[in-house]
């Protein structure tokens, strides 16, 4: 079991996190490789295991080879369609991207094409990649530094980079928070980029109000400009529209924009959507193989999340992730479903049905495709593919999203710090389930924080002045005789005399009212001799709030990157992130 490691987000501004540190990501993705390599002694065994796992017909290593031509084709095709990125990734990578051909002998499981995604035969699944991943929003410079990591490490190792968008998770909002106001009365305003949707996936979304999406840079622009003057959203905002003039999809708007930055600071990384994978014919003998071993799958998943759970002591059944549930013989699988007539995300349901399986949606959707647990996927790969034709969408769920992409795509997976505690439970679920040893991932992030004056706040004095103010309500006769001249202690003198001596009282059953009410009551009129002490330390203590909600709007970490000034971006992210690898 790997040692699990409490990760942070850096404090300091520019701070970078590199989980393993920089001078290992070398040796670590080395190993990860070695596994497609045959290189036993480096693996411990993994590359031998790969090739005798068996996917319903075809190895393990065999399927990731289709799985890698595939995904470097689409992705090399998808990021194509929208920009020239062409001629930068075949130099970027010595040209091996389109001119290596395939190995002699190569084969897939399936020779006839899926009905998904093509695959082109020119593309060798030899080439290392380096993936990320997330959902296709305008997320902060935290996340984004990944693929600037993943673009130096491709180069480094003569690979590609590619980010997948995540874009079978649900639209979280359609609004941007924006910083404005003053450096001494900030705000953050939630601004619409379009009106709200609800329970669609990115996939699904698509701009409902044109003239919200493409007034957004010229309102946001406005409400940052006293704080950032200089803020690149008006810029990246001309990206988006010119985006938004070829898809109607908001999250491709948005990752198409910010990919087109990407280039012009000199990136060669490749994009792919998340649903294109889910298309592909190795995903779809995947799937296959998941859905024929449910019941196992299901309880080595639950066992998994629940282990978590029990590890870091959390009491919600939403966190990590749910468990899968049970509705009498079916069994939920770790997919999400809809289609053409109902885009709402669902829950997608299986059970057993002679020698194929029965799948629903426990509403008003149901299929059947042929797979069993020792049959050939080929059939049951055709008809996945047929429902798509249709209109059908199976996507994955969160820790299948991960757990395929490093398994068939990737020699090296870059996360974040909240999708790498998470895949502690993938990790688990790769050993029992499919008997190896997880590839390990790299854990980056990063802090930028707005160029604005900040607030320096000593996060003890707010607990220290409470603890003050405590003291003065409940023992101001401690304050009073510490700090008093001799000559006014009879102001107070007997009420602290009449305190004490209700304190040194036994209580009993009969007093016991009575005595704690006439302690209160000596509490109470002592107060007027500490009010003025009082009333300036509750005076410094709303100081000290007012100045920590100026840091919080000011200081946070969480603005999206198109609000920073393009000059301080690269010089994070190229000069800084960069450099540490």
């Known amino acids: 079991m790997p040692e699990h490691r409490r990760l942070r987000a850096p404090n300091e501004d520019g701070g970078v996190l590199l989980d393993p540190p920089a001078a290992e990501i070398s040796k670590l993705l080395a190993e990860n490789a070695a596994r497609w390599g045959g290189n036993d002694s480096v693996t411990g065994g993994d590359a031998a295991a790969l090739q005798r796992y068996d996917v319903q017909g075809c190895s393990l290593g065999e399927l990731a080879k289709l799985a890698r031509r595939e995904l470097l084709s689409a992705a090399h095709r998808y990021s194509v369609s929208y920009g020239d990125v062409a001629a930068a990734s075949s130099a970027e990578s010595g040209g091996e991207i389109l001119a290596n051909p395939l190995p002699s002998g190569a084969a897939t499981p ?136 070829q898809t109607d999809q908001v999250g491709l708007c948005f990752a198409q924009a910010r990919h087109s930055l990407e280039r012009s600071f000199g990136l060669t990384t490749l994009e792919l959507p998340q649903s294109y994978v889910c298309q592909m014919e190795s995903f779809y003998w995947f799937t296959a193989h998941l859905l024929a071993h449910l019941p196992r799958f299901w309880d080595i998943y639950n066992s998994a999340v629940q282990d978590f759970r029990c590890e870091n002591r959390i009491r919600s059944t939403a966190h990590p992730v749910p468990d899968l549930a049970m509705d009498g013989e079916w069994l939920e699988a770790p ?15 299986v059970r057993g049905d002679g020698d194929g399986l029965l799948l629903t949606d426990l509403d008003q959707w149901q299929t059947r495709i042929s797979i069993s647990p020792d049959a050939d996927a080929s059939d049951a790969v055709m008809q996945l593919g047929a429902l798509a034709r249709t209109g059908v969408k199976i996507r994955t769920r969160a820790l299948v999203t991960t757990m395929f992409a490093r398994l068939f795509l990737a020699d090296l997976f870059i996360h974040g710090i909240g999708g790498a505690k998470y895949d502690q439970v993938t990790d688990k679920i790769i050993r029992q389930f499919f008997d190896l040893r997880p590839p390990r991932y790299l854990t980056m992030s990063t802090t930028l924080r707005l160029p604005t004056a900040r607030v320096s706040i000593d996060e003890g004095e707010y607990s220290r002045i409470s603890g ?75 100081q000290l709030r007012e100045s920590a909600r100026i840091e919080s709007v000011l200081g946070s970490r969480e603005y999206s990157f198109c609000l920073h000034p393009e000059e301080n971006l690269r010089e994070l992210l190229l000069d800084n992130v960069r450099a540490r690898l």
């Open 110 to 245: 399936l020779q006839s094409r899926p009905p998904g995604i093509a695959t082109d035969s020119s593309i060798s699944e030899d080439v290392p990649t380096i993936i990320s991943g997330h959902q296709p929003e305008l997320f902060h410079p935290g996340v984004w530094a990944k693929h600037f990591v993943a673009d130096r490490l491709a180069s480094t190792c003569r690979g590609v980079a590619i980010n997948l968008l995540i874009d079978s998770d649900i639209v979280r909002g359609t609004t941007m928070r924006v910083p404005g106001g003053s450096v001494d009365r900030p705000f953050v305003e939630s601004i619409p980029y379009d009106t709200p949707v609800e329970g669609i996936a990115y996939e699904e979304y698509c701009v409902r109000d044109r003239g919200a999406l493409h007034s957004f840079g010229r309102r946001a622009g406005a409400v940052i400009a006293p704080l950032v003057p200089q803020s690149l959203v008006g810029s990246f905002w001309d990206r988006v529209i010119e985006a938004s003039r």
């Open 335 to 349: 997919f999400w479903l809809w289609d053409r007539q109902n885009p709402s995300r669902r829950r997608l349901f």
């Open 468 to 542: 003050q103010l405590h003291d003065l309500l409940w023992h101001p006769e401690v304050f009073l005789e510490k700090n008093s001249s001799s000559n006014d202690t009879s102001k107070w003198q007997p009420l602290i005399e009449k305190k004490r001596a209700w304190i040194a009282t036994e209580q009993t059953a009969e007093n016991a009212r009575q005595r704690f009410l006439e302690i209160r009551n000596c509490n109470a009129n002592l107060q007027k001799w500490v009010e003025y002490e009082a009333q300036a330390l509750r005076r410094r203590r709303e």
